[in-house]
């Protein structure tokens, strides 16, 4: 599972390392044009290549971004690769990040990215239980032991805050990658993403399903972010890229076998069952009431404020809190407006 945050002294070191290694000044952008006159847009994955890549992988595979004027390359993260600082660094113009409280954070550090599109309009992070201890809402947690990712304590945390119950009346333990401590009754719950089927089909159909967003924490997943400099020069460029990206995530809604099918054979590590019975559920996440009115990627100001108010008020913030004109900016979305809405 994807880290969900990054604390600021983490994120400082780890760009730095970046631009070092990098051997390049901040804020390169958009690589040169390729053969045939296509501008390079390396994207950096903020994790391992998964499901949430479904419309980049057919837009590639049917020549979208070709038609934008774009050559893309993906780049896969993982558990040591800062992909915030890659992008701060100039090695890759655009990101995806598993969740928007990275950019927020990188931002008080100090990291001059921002948000231009969201790929997931609810964020697929949730609490699993069983049903003989089941955990259905909030108040369920109370008196009980949550497993979750380090990364992932302040988001339990903010959990609490939201619904009034005092953070000592939920033990709160670590996790690794499984769903052990849950099937062992070391834990009343852990934790994961929804969208992840082949992990989760441990704990077979006795699983009880609580999403963050259900609980009040509601954040964006799949966030694509570029530095202020490369969204001032190459505005043009990261519009053909959110174009391009929004016909093949419409092209998945259409056809998912299709899409699944392009998926595995470009990533062959992936497991084409699990992800056929995980498609239905990402598009559910993708694609919303909020894309039906202003198409694939939107953002929303006052979503962006709140997840801000609830990151300052429990003090995650080291340096200055953001506001919500430097986490994010609608130019790209309302430079591709009537081209997303076509394909919504």
Not at 107 to 123: C, L, N
Not at 325 to 331: F, G, I, Q, R, S
Request: proline content about 4%.
């Amino acid at each position: 599972m994807p880290n969900t945050n990054l604390g600021r002294r983490q994120l400082l070191q780890m760009t730095g390392t970046a631009a070092l290694f990098a051997g390049l000044p901040a804020f390169v952008g958009v690589g040169p044009a390729a053969a045939g006159g296509l501008k390079t847009v390396e994207m950096q994955l903020g994790w391992l290549a998964s499901n949430g890549l479904l419309g980049e992988v057919v837009a590639q595979n049917k020549g979208y971004y070709e038609a934008e004027g774009v050559e893309l390359k993906i780049t896969p993260g993982g558990p040591n690769v800062d992909g915030v600082g890659s992008v701060a660094a100039g090695r890759a113009a655009v990101g995806q990040i598993s969740s928007s409280p990275s950019v927020m954070l990188a931002r008080s550090a100090g990291i001059p990215v921002k948000a231009f599109a969201a790929g997931y309009q609810k964020h697929p992070f949730t609490y699993f239980s069983l049903a003989g201890d089941p955990i259905r809402a909030p108040q369920d947690m109370v008196g009980k032991t949550i497993a979750t990712q380090p990364t992932a304590h302040i988001l339990l945390k903010a959990l609490l805050v939201a619904n009034d119950i005092p953070e000592d009346q939920v033990e709160i333990v670590n996790m690794g990658s499984d769903m052990n401590q849950l099937l062992t009754g070391q834990a009343a719950a852990v934790t994961g993403w929804l969208t992840n089927t082949a992990a989760l089909d441990v704990l077979g159909e006795d699983r009880v399903d609580l999403m963050l967003w259900d609980t009040g924490i509601q954040l964006y997943a799949t966030v694509y972010y570029a530095t202020d400099e490369t969204i001032e020069t190459e505005a043009e460029t990261l519009a053909g890229f959110t174009r391009a990206t929004a016909r093949g995530w419409a092209d998945v809604r259409a056809d998912p076998e299709a899409a699944v099918e392009m998926l595995v054979a470009a990533y062959p590590n992936l497991d084409r069952e699990a992800e056929l019975r995980a498609v239905r559920q990402v598009l559910d996440f993708v694609f919303t009431d909020a894309t039906a009115e202003s198409g694939w990627g939107t953002m929303d100001r006052t979503k962006w404020e709140r997840q801000i108010a609830s990151y300052a008020d429990l003090g995650q913030f080291d340096g200055n809190t953001p506001t919500v004109d430097d986490v994010m900016t609608l130019k790209i979305l309302e430079m591709t407006a009537d081209a997303r809405r076509e394909v919504s």
